[in-house]
């Protein structure tokens, strides 16, 4: 069983900053690309952040130079270090894993629960 579990979410005002944890726990054999998805109320889910296993990162538009995606390989922990929060950028945040386990020979999509942000004028 692979769970991931978010943390660090919580409310701030415009222009404040917050980081996001998020760990992968479990029967684990390998992890490959990690990110971060958000999804306001009434809104399709959207990418944040990816990184690869190489550490390659890739951002929304809307988040770039403002956010930054990184993990850590031992901890298979993914974080996001969010700067210059805007009111649109309130919305639950989504840790995504592509973890392979040692019973199955393919990557495997997890994700979390979410962790709310919440950013005020």
């Known amino acids: 069983q692979v769970q991931l579990v978010e943390s660090g979410g919580g409310s701030v005002q415009a222009g404040g900053s917050l980081r996001l944890s998020c760990v992968a726990s479990?029967?684990?054999?390998?992890?490959?690309?990690m990110g971060w998805y958000r999804q306001a109320p009434g809104k399709q889910r959207e990418l944040v952040a990816r990184?690869?296993?190489?550490?390659?990162?890739s951002y929304a538009d809307s988040v770039k130079g403002r956010f930054t995606v990184s993990r850590d390989h031992a901890e298979n922990t993914v974080y996001l270090q969010m700067n210059s929060l805007r009111p649109e950028d309130t919305a639950a945040y989504l840790c995504?894993?592509?973890?392979?386990?040692?019973?199955?020979?393919?990557?495997?999509?997890?994700w979390g629960k979410g962790t709310l942000v919440t950013v005020s004028s």
């Open positions: 995504n894993a592509e973890i392979r386990t040692p019973s199955i020979y393919v990557y495997m999509n997890y």
């Open positions: 479990g029967n684990i054999f390998s992890v490959n690309d």
């Open positions: 990184i690869t296993r190489g550490g390659s990162t």
